[in-house]
């Protein structure tokens, strides 16, 4: 199983619609999550961080479900501006070391 | 709003040839990282750096590539004897010491794309 697993897509909605991704993380010690956002062939920015009790922002909203060891990102009510590919990124312990490990991202395409 | 700037934003080399990246992370940031993206696939880790030092590398990371700080401001990535697999955009990031291990963090800059011929 990949350390960090995402659909890669794309999606592809209509504006207006709600769209959901998962991101599933196998090393169940992971500690924190975040969704970074990545237009095309620019680089990756902070979208939000990812709570256990879940999170919101606006139309985003970002929940973690550690049983079954992933995460999620809900956009509601989508623009055309939201097309982007969203990354997936779950900081891990490696030995003494803590990293970053990132998703392959999920590409989001909004139609008008 | 403080950013992390990269130079070149392009440049085009021939395979073999020495290449350096350069990058301006945020003044008052600490970690220095350099991460990779080959078109059409995921963000890679190469490398971390703080206090003066690597702190972390991938496999990616081998003999050719080296890192340096050489004036406080600068932080560079050298590519002694590129090959055509390198090509890639390559992103420079910063982050506050602590904020990467709480708030996952990292700002990055607009990257350079590299193209080796």
């Known amino acids: 199983r990949k350390e960090v697993e995402q659909d890669p897509g794309p999606f592809n909605v209509p504006e207006g619609a709600t769209v959901a991704f998962n991101c599933t993380y196998s090393?169940?010690?992971?500690?924190?999550f975040f969704w970074y956002r990545q237009d095309c062939r620019k680089e990756p920015k902070l979208l939000m961080s990812?709570?256990?009790?879940?999170n919101e922002d606006g139309r985003f909203t970002a929940q973690l479900n550690r049983a079954s060891q992933y995460i999620s990102l809900l956009i509601r009510d989508s623009k055309l501006s939201d097309s982007a590919t969203y990354l997936c990124?779950?900081?891990?312990?490696?030995?003494?070391?803590?990293?970053?490990?990132w998703g392959l991202g999920t590409s989001l395409a909004v139609n008008p | 709003e403080p950013e992390v700037t990269q130079t070149p934003s392009h440049q085009v080399t021939q395979m073999g040839q020495e290449v350096i990246l350069r990058c301006v992370p945020i003044?008052?940031?600490?970690?220095f990282y350099w991460y990779r993206q080959i078109l059409g696939q995921k963000v890679e880790f190469l490398v971390s750096?703080?206090?003066?030092?690597?702190?972390?590398k991938s496999e990616i990371f081998d003999d050719q590539f080296s890192v340096e700080r050489p004036d406080g401001s600068n932080f560079t990535l050298k590519i002694r004897s590129t090959k055509l697999e390198d090509s890639a955009m390559y992103f420079c990031?910063?982050?506050?010491?602590?904020?990467?291990?709480?708030?996952?963090?990292?700002?990055f800059g607009e990257g350079s794309r590299l193209t080796v011929l």
């Open positions: 990031a910063s982050s506050e010491a602590l904020t990467v291990l709480n708030t996952g963090e990292l700002f």
């Open positions: 003044s008052n940031h600490l970690y």
């Open positions: 750096f703080y206090n003066n030092e690597i702190s972390e």
């Open positions: 090393n169940s010690a992971s500690q924190s």
């Open positions: 990812v709570y256990s009790s879940g």
């Open positions: 990124v779950v900081i891990s312990n490696a030995g003494n070391n803590r990293k970053l490990i």
